[in-house]
């Protein structure tokens, strides 16, 4: 089952602590009760006007339990990251499940990754991210590099499957992946986050420009 980047609880949401440290089941459960509580304190205030001890409210515990498990008000905020990241790839497809037709596949890629990264939460959370990211760039850039090349990354792999199996012509996957990246998410999640992308002209703009970018490449690599 796939997990979505609005779960609260995710089978990946382990946090920080050193790996020889084993928790209970009541510890565990505290631990993911934090990362949800601060979650849901970041996205409500912002980083700056998220208190540890709201967080600690929030999650029905003590302030010193909150440090306990996180460290510092850093380490918190990046493990929510991390964890929201993690939903973010666990949700995108797998390679192998698309269509083995590139036009097919590549369609569809671009609807399941649309729906992915244009949820209200995921969107919420790069608004949070990119306010912060004078202050805090690595936060900024564990988003781009888990979130966003992760989608990267299940693209050039099932574009390397399509060439693999005749259906494209050899070529570099990874620069076509992310130039597809670039129409199928980077402009979408734009417009997302400037909120006109229910707007009828940019949702049209927005499937017309993956239809042309996938047309364009399947042109260029069709086998002849």
């Known amino acids: 089952m796939k997990l979505g ?26 631990h993911e009760a934090i990362l949800a509580a601060a979650k849901a304190a970041f996205l409500e205030g912002g980083y700056q006007l998220a208190s540890m001890d709201r967080i600690a409210e929030r999650a029905q515990t003590t302030k010193r339990t909150v440090y306990d498990h996180f460290g510092s008000k850093d380490a918190l905020f990046s493990a ?3 964890a929201a990241c993690r939903n ?4 995108l497809p797998e390679p192998g ?6 036009r097919e596949g590549l369609a569809q890629f671009a609807r399941e990754v649309a729906d992915v990264i244009g949820t209200v939460g995921c969107i919420r959370l790069q608004r949070l991210v990119i306010s912060e990211s004078e202050r805090h760039p690595h936060f900024a850039g564990m988003l781009y590099d888990t979130a966003l090349m992760g989608a990267e990354n299940v693209l050039a792999d099932y574009l390397e499957r399509c060439v693999a ?7 570099d996957c990874r620069a076509s992946a992310r130039l597809l ?8 999640s734009l417009r997302k986050l400037f909120a006109v992308a229910e707007r009828e002209e940019e949702q049209d ?5 993956a239809d042309h970018m996938i047309d364009m490449l399947i042109a260029a690599y069709r086998p002849h």
């Open 5 to 30: 980047f609005d779960d609260e609880r995710s089978a990946c949401d382990r946090g920080i602590r050193p790996a020889g440290r084993r928790m209970s089941a009541a510890s565990q459960a505290r």
């Open 97 to 102: 499940s698309l269509p083995k037709d590139p």
């Open 205 to 209: 703009a927005s499937n017309e420009k």
């Open 88 to 91: 973010v790839v666990a949700a």
């Open 165 to 171: 199996d005749d259906w494209l012509k050899p070529h």
């Open 80 to 82: 929510v990251i991390a």
């Open 181 to 188: 990246i670039d129409v199928m998410v980077h402009g979408a």
